[in-house]
């Protein structure tokens, strides 16, 4: 791999907080290694604006090696940028050439309001989980491990829905902000394993409910959300989430309070 | 110095925690809606102890710096938990794995708490399993296993190379049911900066909105610092970039001890550093030495292409040096003999700090085993390779794509390049056998801890302790404690030890944004990390040591007079952050060294120069370190003050480590 | 839960317009079918006898009622989630993208739907329109072949219809697989036969719509020999139940 060192320009969204307007700044960065992740270019940057005594680019980001799902950047009109299957951290400036312009921009959902700069608020995730993405299993409750076995490929099927990383690539990109990639693979994760049977249907109604209360959008079945996900997450888990909720509908299943 | 009391129940290794459990105090359920607990950190084990004790009916408040709890560091773990099931019926049982893991600390853990930590592991698996994590399955439906380094047995469970990420979304989704059923209150993007004490109690925190930059006060009846480890102190680490001390030594400073500091542990399979811009490091999952041949060419200053060194100038140098163990050493042997390898001129790389991890004739061997599954008689060579890697792809696919992205090669043609790279702290709080702090009501549960993996820790044991710390230690030892506080009241947040602490808070903050120096706090945590690295990293002297410790201190006097600091202090400022987190590692940087230059022997990944056999094999010398050393904080720029916990070892005998 | 929280939620609304949608693709199939009848060249005689099966039969017209309301519903429906939709992300994005993620007619859902609906009122307003108003009045259909003639003979329509037609062809590209997928039947063992059998289906049935004013178009221009309208010649039996079938 031939290493190479480039000059960019940047242009990067810069918002104080939540109550004030944003907008783009302008800025080079110099002598960008080809072997440097996107997020190191960005701390090159950081770097330069703490040096000039200016306030660096605030941006989510935490593990750098695409398993946390904390980073979050819509990079020249991509969630996460070019990369198939990969997070903004995993992301290496070999994909840029000398004198590229790079537009960097926060995740865009009224459901993830921008914090400060490109950070964003995703906590509504975490509150469709609190609607049902669990089995109710207290500790201690466990029977062993091994006295209920399962179809290996079931149990590989849960698990490919189970590798979503909450990232919320898929709704960035979602042209309706929708977010039932990220609920599907959920629902999918736990339909899929006898452990999650006995509250399949109240887990699908109350998890749709409130995605619906955070202001996600309808999923059109565009499929712009498998195309970004970082790790993969099928389209065939919407699938799943549809039959699930028409199986809860047209079998009464209750919803909680 | 004072002797500490480790508070092990009598009786047989194999009674005590069941001996405990029966006797220890509990707290009626009408009770425990009274009471209320505070949990710093939402991994492994802050979740599993969050929910838990929700579930148990406490009135749990839990804290993490990141935006979601799912977000806790223990999601990057890849390879796998270990468990005494003995599924595999190839001879594991509890015994076994306290011994391995007692052995492969290197005789520097307590027998009573690992005992109690193989005990519960196969209740965690059963916990896991019930919570829908999707662990690998063989096609009977059965739950498979693989084996780790410094091991015999297949007792690691996993879930692809993602076995962190699987089991902290089980307890983290535990947690959220906690959450929407109002047991749990959850503050994401918080940041715990500081212990409050009542009467010598911990009875809150104060804690940072990191939005907001607003510091709030909460009150609780027990303290539970479950926030990781300090790896980070050495700038490059697997850890993930938010990853600090901060928690946990503020909890020092309230006066817990500081258990055996310098234990850090190098993780063996790591893709070598590829120049100055580096901000982290990334882990190679050990399970990789599994199939993988590690060497390094025979010649020094080999320059030619992996492929062009035949196999007989190849050095397969951990076949060659143990030969029993061979590639699947304990993670401290395998970085130390990488790390010689190296600087006898042997490594490979641009850099020559790497050597080559191989799955060419693993490759190989699979393809000829899935030609002979499948009847396929005589095939060509070409044909078997292609078998294989379609086989090498579906055990490791995921990391071999993590390792072609970060470098632009490609895995399958030719041989990764790894290098050794911190990864974890053996270190911590010290704790007594329930968790507990020497400061009372103040616990540290998981990495956060010093108690269970000695001077070194082995594979598959991290998800091991901090589930069983939060989901199956704490809820009995917590309870314990408590039974005797239901009748503590709440403590107004206008106490003045609230009031104190706070302003105390305040003060710092405002000290980081007023010295308006020159330098930035990545430069001073880059300075900080090289001094770590080089002086207190794989291999460590007396002369490095002192070095290292005049230059932390010149570096942490020239932080407070120079740095840079910007933004305001109500604000989401991630600088600000930062430089909290640099200031407390400039502490605990000189603790280590302290502590490493204290230590006059080499265990695990404790390493001492002066301390090695003639072979460069690692030489305990028990008679005058069997000891856990438990550090006090001795105020600022004051000498910390030792307090030694002598190890009793009753039921194994300390033998010099062999893994040939 | 209440069935009407139930077609409320983002799924339930995706399920009414799958719903809606496939019923529409079936009537398609039929619609498809008695109009390429017209390409026999004998006068509009098959066509008109099944065109007047379908405009009489009792149970065609009450089917025909719940047509119009799944139309009308299918629009509505579709543009008020596109109006929502919109609505949810109040800043968008400076640089977007999409056509490397995803297919501009998947996205552009509402923009094809509108202008078939803008098209259907032109067909209905043509064809269906005037030959209900006669039904009614006059107790007897009009010749729709001959209307079909007449209408198709004008250039601009014939391109308003092959419009009409592409736009159709776009939006059963992806409302095809779309309404299977808000099923949930699109699994991974079904979801290359059905991609496989909505594009041969988006592709035909528009195709043969189109070709339909080009045939005419053709015919009354003298392109071929097209036989004229056989509609007065045939006796038109009032009664439903009287109809030869073939």
């Known amino acids: 791999m031939e290493h190479y060192h480039m000059n960019l320009t940047l242009k990067v969204w810069r918002q104080k907080n939540k109550n004030t307007a944003g907008r783009f700044e302008t800025y080079p960065v110099q002598n960008i290694s080809s072997e440097m992740s996107f997020l190191e270019m960005i701390d090159v940057l950081n770097e330069s604006l703490v040096d000039q005594g200016q306030e660096p680019v605030a941006f989510d980001h935490d593990c750098r090696e695409g398993i946390c799902g904390t980073c979050s950047m819509y990079i020249n009109g991509r969630a996460h940028g070019p990369w198939h299957h990969t997070t903004t951290c995993q992301l290496h400036m070999r994909e840029y050439k000398n004198g590229d312009t790079i537009v960097v921009e926060p995740w865009r959902a009224n459901s993830f309001p921008v914090l400060k700069d490109l950070v964003t608020d995703r906590s509504s995730f975490d509150r469709i989980v609190q609607a049902g993405g669990y089995v109710s299993v207290n500790t201690g409750n466990a029977v062993d491990a091994n006295a209920l076995p399962i179809e290996k490929a079931k149990a590989d099927e849960s698990f490919a829905a189970a590798a979503c990383i909450g990232c919320g690539a898929c709704v960035a990109a979602c042209p309706n902000t929708s977010a039932m990639l990220f609920m599907s693979a959920k629902v999918s994760h736990l339909a899929l394993l006898p452990q999650g049977a006995p509250e399949r249907k109240g887990r699908v109604l109350n998890m749709v409910a409130q995605h619906d209360h955070e202001g996600f959008g309808t999923c059109t079945n565009i499929g712009a959300c498998e195309a970004e996900c970082p790790k993969g997450i099928s389209l065939e888990n919407i699938a799943r989430l549809n039959r699930e909720y028409v199986a809860a509908t047209f079998a009464g299943g209750s919803q909680n309070a | 110095m004072s002797s500490l009391n480790n508070r092990i129940p009598e009786g047989p290794l194999e009674q005590k925690w069941t001996k405990y459990k029966s006797t220890c105090k509990l707290v009626n359920p009408a009770n425990k809606r009274k009471l209320e607990i505070i949990v710093v950190g939402t991994g492994l084990a802050g979740a599993s102890a969050a929910a838990t004790l929700g579930e148990l009916g406490y009135k749990v408040k839990a804290f ?9 560091h223990s999601i990057a773990a890849q390879g796998g938990i270990n468990a005494a099931k003995n599924y595999q019926n190839d001879g594991d049982s509890t015994y076994r794995l306290f011994y391995d893991t007692i052995k492969g600390g290197d005789y520097r853990a307590r027998e009573g708490n690992v005992y109690r930590l193989a005990e519960v592991s196969a209740s965690i698996i059963d916990q896991c399993v019930a919570q829908g994590v999707p662990f690998a399955r063989e096609y009977g439906g059965l739950l498979s296993n693989r084996s780790f380094g410094g091991t015999q047995v297949q007792r690691t469970f996993y879930a692809a190379g993602q076995t962190g990420q699987q089991l902290l979304i089980g307890a983290y989704q535990a947690l959220e049911r906690q ?44 303290v539970l610092i479950c926030s990781g480890g300090y790896g980070n102190v050495f700038y490059l680490s697997t850890n993930a970039m938010g990853c600090n001390v901060t928690a946990a030594w503020k909890a020092h400073k309230a006066g817990a001890y500081f258990g055996n500091p310098c234990f850090t542990q190098i993780h063996p399979t790591c893709i070598p550093v590829s120049g100055d811009h580096q901000s982290k490091l990334t882990l190679m999952s050990e399970s990789l030495r599994n199939d993988g041949r590690i060497w390094v060419p025979k010649a020094q200053n080999d320059t030619r292409k992996p492929k062009d060194i035949p196999e007989e100038e190849r050095d397969y140098y951990l076949e060659r040096r143990y030969p029993a163990f061979g590639n699947l050493v304990p993670r401290d042997v395998a970085s130390r003999a990488a790390k010689e390898r190296c600087d006898a001129g042997y490594g490979v790389g641009a850099s020559k700090m790497a050597v080559y991890l191989d799955y060419a004739s693993a490759i190989e061997r699979y393809g000829a085993i899935e030609v002979s599954k499948r009847g396929m008689g005589n095939v060509d060579k070409a044909e078997i390779i292609r078998m294989g890697k379609e086989v090498v792809a579906e055990k490791y696919g995921n990391l071999f794509e993590m390792y072609e992205k970060i470098t632009g090669e490609n895995p399958y043609e030719t041989p990764m390049r790894i290098y050794p790279a911190v990864h974890y702290t053996m270190g911590g709080l010290w704790v007594d056998y329930e968790l507990m702090t020497t400061v009372p009501g103040l616990y540290a549960l998981g990495e956060a801890n010093f108690s269970d993996h000695g001077a070194n820790r082995l594979g598959a044991s991290a998800l091991m302790q901090g589930l069983a710390d939060g989901y199956f230690v704490v809820p009995y030892t917590l309870g314990n404690y408590l039974a005797d506080e239901i009748a503590t009241k709440p403590v107004s947040l206008d106490h003045p030890a609230f009031v104190e602490a706070h302003q105390h808070v305040e003060e710092r903050i405002n000290r980081f944004l007023n010295v308006k120096g020159k330098r930035s706090v990545e430069s001073f945590h880059k300075s900080l990390g090289k001094i770590m690295w080089e002086k207190c990293g794989m291999a460590r002297n007396e002369q490095g040591l002192q070095e290292a410790i005049r230059d932390i201190r010149a570096l942490r006097n020239e932080f407070w007079s120079n740095v840079f600091v910007p933004g305001e202090a109500a604000e989401l400022n991630p600088e600000l952050e930062k430089a909290g987190r640099v200031a407390d590692f400039l502490e605990l940087g000189e603790l280590m060294c302290i502590d490493a230059l204290n230590r006059n022997e080499s265990c695990g990944g404790h390493f001492r120069e002066e301390y090695q056999t003639e ?31 002598e190890l009793n070892y009753e039921v194994v005998h300390l033998t010099a480590r062999s893994y040939k | 839960m209440k069935w009407s929280t139930a077609f409320n939620s983002a799924i339930g609304k995706k399920l009414i317009m799958g719903a809606t949608g496939l019923f529409l693709i079936v009537f398609l199939i039929v619609h498809c079918y008695i109009n390429a009848m017209v390409f026999y060249n004998d006068g509009g005689a098959t066509f008109n006898t099944l065109a007047h099966f379908m405009g009489t039969n009792i149970i065609i017209r009450t089917v025909e009622i719940g047509l119009m309301a799944f139309l009308i519903i299918h629009s509505w429906t579709g543009l008020s989630l596109w109006l929502k939709n919109k609505a949810r992300r109040k800043t968008g994005y400076a640089v977007n993208n999409r056509q490397q993620t995803s297919r501009w007619y998947s996205r552009s859902m509402a923009l094809l739907g509108t202008l078939i609906l ?6 209905l307003s043509a064809f269906w329109a005037p030959n209900r108003g006669h039904q009614l009045m006059e107790g007897e259909e009009i010749d729709l072949f001959q209307r079909m003639a007449d209408a198709f003979s004008n250039p601009i329509v014939v391109v308003i219809y092959v419009l009409g037609c592409i736009s159709l062809a776009w939006h059963l590209l992806h409302g095809f697989w779309s309404s299977f997928q808000t099923f949930g039947l699109s699994t991974h063992r079904y979801k290359g036969m059905i991609r496989g059998i909505g594009n041969v289906f988006s592709i035909f049935v528009p195709l043969v719509f189109a070709l339909m004013p080009l045939w005419f178009y053709g015919g009354s221009h003298g392109w071929f020999d097209m036989k004229p309208s056989v509609f007065h010649q045939q006796t038109i039996p009032v009664e439903a139940e009287s109809v030869p079938m073939h």
């Open chain 2, 64 to 72: 993490c710096y990141q935006d979601s709890p799912r977000r806790a």
């Open chain 3, 118 to 123: 803008l098209f259907l009122i032109l067909h």
């Open chain 2, 615 to 645: 072979e460069g094999e690692a030489l305990r010398q028990d008679d005058l370190y069997t000891y856990v050393a438990a550090w006090q904080w001795g105020g600022e720029n004051a000498e910390p003050v030792l307090h030694k916990e």
């Open chain 2, 179 to 222: 959450v929407a059923l109002g047991n749990v209150t959850m503050y994401a993007r918080h940041e715990m900066l500081e212990v409050v004490k009542v009467d010598g109690k911990a009875r809150g925190i104060i804690a940072r909105n990191s939005v907001t930059g607003e510091l709030e006060r909460h009150f609780g009846h027990a």
